[in-house]
């Protein structure tokens, strides 16, 4: 005996297969990136802040606060740079480049040492967590490089961050924010032109 499926019998069958195939998918959109502000501690005390940017799947880095210790100098600037970041001041640099993100892992990139203006290739890893976020910086191959493990701050860090770095890094966050500082301040915002 031969049985018939007619069209409506098959969409639950297709309607399945469908969700199977969709599922990495809808998985790789919910896993963590690392866009967001990170903090590097050493010794217990915070070092830097760095606000990653998601630029359409290629990732950027920059220092978005430095927290020097006494008798070192906050208004450093890369003076030994030769790209376009030479006599940039360090806070507000773009240091990492070119990430390109595939799941939890960001390969294809660069880090500068803004202290002797040397570009390491990198490459970076988010906890599946996505609470921490370790950048290896390497010569040639990852094996010859050195490990960084940095933490997520809470969104509300952000507003620790000099207005100026997030205009430049997330201008459509900072055109967001007008409003609501004029507001704190007992002031009306003013109209966008």
Known sequence: MRIALSGFQLLPAMAGVLML???PFAAHAQEPTAAGLWQKVEKGKPVIWV???D???IFEGAMARMFP???ENAGLICSKCTDDRKDAPVLGISFIRAMKRKGLEYEGGNVLDPRDGDIWKAKMTVSPDGQS???RGYVLTPMLGKNETWYRLPDSAMASVDPAIVAKYLPEQ????KPQVAAKKGRAPVPAR
């Open 21 to 23: 195939l969709g599922t």
């Open 51 to 53: 606000l990653m940017v």
């Open 55 to 57: 630029h359409g799947g």
């Open 69 to 71: 210790e006494d008798g």
């Open 133 to 135: 976020l370790t950048l």
């Open 174 to 177: 900072a055109v967001a924010a």
